[in-house]
């Protein structure tokens, strides 16, 4: 089975930075893509970021410019640089990664267990 371990949330002022890591642990798979959700409360889930395993990257309007996403670290870990943080991204902030095992072929979506970023003065 594969595992997604989330870190690097945490509390931050508005303008603020943080780095959000994910990675995936476990044998015998592949990974498709990537992607960030952020869930606050009153909102419905949304995609963040998401990137393939060919480099493709889409972003949030609300996002655009501020946030970027990459796979520059682990082959299996993906990052999202957060940086002019504004208290409406307040939010929990979930990793999922489309997930193929090597043997059955069987495809499944993982999530990771979410990591609260709270941006307040």
């Known amino acids: 089975q594969v595992q997604l371990v989330e870190s690097g949330g945490g509390l931050v002022q508005p303008g603020g930075s943080l780095r959000l890591s994910c990675a995936a642990s476990?044998?015998?798979?592949?990974?498709?893509?990537m992607g960030w959700y952020r869930q606050a409360p009153g909102k419905q889930r949304e995609l963040v970021a998401s990137t393939t395993s060919g480099g493709t990257t889409n972003y949030a309007d609300s996002v655009k410019g501020r946030f970027t996403i990459s796979r520059d670290g682990p082959k299996n870990t993906v990052n999202l640089q957060m940086n002019n943080l504004k208290p409406e991204d307040t939010a929990v902030y979930f990793c999922?990664?489309?997930?193929?095992?090597?043997?059955?072929?069987?495809?499944?979506?993982?999530w990771g267990q979410g990591t609260q970023v709270t941006v307040s003065s």
């Open positions: 476990g044998s015998n798979f592949s990974i498709s893509g």
């Open positions: 999922s990664a489309g997930v193929r095992a090597t043997y059955s072929n069987s495809f499944r979506i993982y």
